[in-house]
């Protein structure tokens, strides 16, 4: 079956620090993969996505997201978290053999203290 | 920077009644979904859209749900006979045309359903 699996419900930083938001995909092919952040009342607004290329994609807000293909992982960073970037994030992937549709995880809310 | 726009923010329905959730999507783009997410779970794929028919569409999108695209800028979700499980935040998003299906999915702010 075709997953995405955001491991942490939680991630707790303090501002400055690096921040890490963990994603682990499950579908057959090549993936499309994709993060989204959710601000509270808000949609899903677009981040980043890896579709080939540099396995080091870089985003909107200073994030980026390695693409591992051996671990199928595709981890969201940014090397130092600001409490405006406390949000929802969400990792996605469309499979390679679908036309449209995206499949989401069950996402990570991120929390940055002052 | 360009929207897709969803209204109404919050609808509230008696169950059996129909609901029409509407959606116009950023101009230029030419694929259309929908999306929901129940109080607490995951965002989930209902349907897509493109030239004028659907070009996929999930388990959960049933003969209850239809979409149509019934000018150029409008893109409707249509629940002929809603049940207390379509309680839901339901998202509309749009994607450009491009190379294949890597263009991101642009999303509204969505529409929470309630259905008494």
């Known amino acids: 079956a075709q997953s995405v699996a955001q491991p942490e419900d939680q991630v707790n930083v303090a501002e400055g620090n690096p921040l890490t938001v963990k994603c682990t995909y499950s579908v057959s092919g090549n993936p499309y993969l994709f993060w989204y952040v959710q601000y509270p009342n808000r949609g899903l607004q677009f981040l980043l996505k890896?579709?080939?290329?540099?396995?080091l994609v870089k985003g909107s807000y200073g994030f980026e997201a390695e693409f591992n293909k051996s671990q199928t992982s595709f981890h969201l960073k940014k090397p130092s978290a600001l409490v405006s970037d406390s949000a929802l994030y969400f990792c996605?992937?469309?499979?390679?053999?679908?036309?449209?549709?995206?499949?989401f995880g069950s996402g990570t809310r991120l929390s940055i203290r002052p | 920077e360009p929207e897709v726009t969803q209204t109404p923010s919050h609808q509230v329905t008696q169950m059996g009644q129909e609901v029409i959730l509407r959606c116009v999507p950023i101009?230029?783009?030419?694929?259309f979904y929908w999306y929901r997410q129940i109080l607490g779970q995951k965002v989930e794929f209902l349907v897509s859209f493109y030239n004028n028919e659907i070009s996929e569409k999930s388990e959960i999108f049933d003969d209850q749900f239809s979409v149509e695209r019934p000018d150029g800028s409008n893109f409707t979700l249509k629940i002929r006979s809603t049940k207390l499980e379509d309680s839901a935040m339901y998202f509309c998003a749009s994607s450009a045309p491009g190379v294949g299906s890597n263009q991101p999915q642009h999303f509204g702010d969505g529409t929470r359903l309630s259905i008494l």
């Open positions: 996605a992937v469309r499979p390679y053999s679908s036309a449209s549709k995206i499949i």
């Open positions: 101009s230029n783009h030419l694929y």
């Open positions: 890896y579709i080939t290329g540099d396995n």
